[in-house]
């Protein structure tokens, strides 16, 4: 199983707002009046400023979800693995998780009786500022994190505003959360009495994250 991560961030922004004062007032003709900005041979210039800055989100750069697990005959003993990553977000967040296959996948034809996609779960694990661990959490087949599943699962990727697992709190790289991907011992009698081909299973989860109202 590979994991790879992409972040969607949020750059912030600045804004400066200026306006003067005249050096004089002119009076009547031929006769000039000291401005009451203008003291000793100098002009008052008044500038108004005013800034803001935007909210960040995406991955701290010491932890981005990363990495490779291979597990030999999962499907006589299972597994269970984790991936642990850390979010840099000033606000509220979303994380999304998109499956390439759709479950583990081996190539080669399907005889009868026989499958090439082995499922899984995916359960999300965040965590944030003063919160307790995990804040948020949720568990989903891999079948329902495909980019073509039926019924997708409410963290489906790619993340945005209003998809993913949401986050509620700050998080900082004091926090550490998880993508823990767990595979069952492979049952056939619970996927339609087939089993599963010989062959090197793969999958590959996209992590993305993004800023949240």
Not at 161 to 174: E, H, I, Q
Not at 194 to 204: F, P
């Amino acid at each position: 199983m590979r994991i790879s991560a992409r972040t969607l961030g949020v750059m912030a922004a600045a804004g400066l707002m200026l306006c003067s004062a005249s050096a004089f007032a002119q009076g009547t003709p031929g006769v000039y009046y000291a401005d009451p900005g203008y003291i000793n041979g100098s002009a008052i210039l008044n500038v108004q400023v005013s800034a803001s800055v935007g909210g960040r989100c995406g991955f701290d750069a010491g932890g981005v979800p990363s990495g490779t697990y291979d597990q030999r005959n999962f499907d006589v003993t299972g597994f269970t693995h984790n991936v642990a990553f850390k979010l840099d977000c000033t606000g509220p967040s979303r994380v999304a998780v998109v499956s390439t296959n759709g479950g583990l996948k081996t190539g080669g034809t399907v005889p009868a009786g026989y499958a090439t996609l082995a499922p899984y779960n995916v359960t999300l694990d965040l965590d944030g500022v003063g919160g307790s661990n995990p804040d948020a959490t949720q568990t989903c087949a891999v079948a329902d994190l495909s980019a073509s599943a039926a019924s997708p699962c409410t963290f489906r990727g790619p993340a945005s505003t209003t998809v993913g697992l949401r986050l509620a709190l700050p998080a900082t790289a004091a926090q550490t959360s998880y993508l823990r991907a767990v595979a069952p011992i492979y049952n056939p009698a619970a996927n339609g009495g087939n089993y599963l081909v010989s062959g090197e299973y793969a999958d590959t989860l996209t992590v993305t994250v993004s800023v949240a109202p």
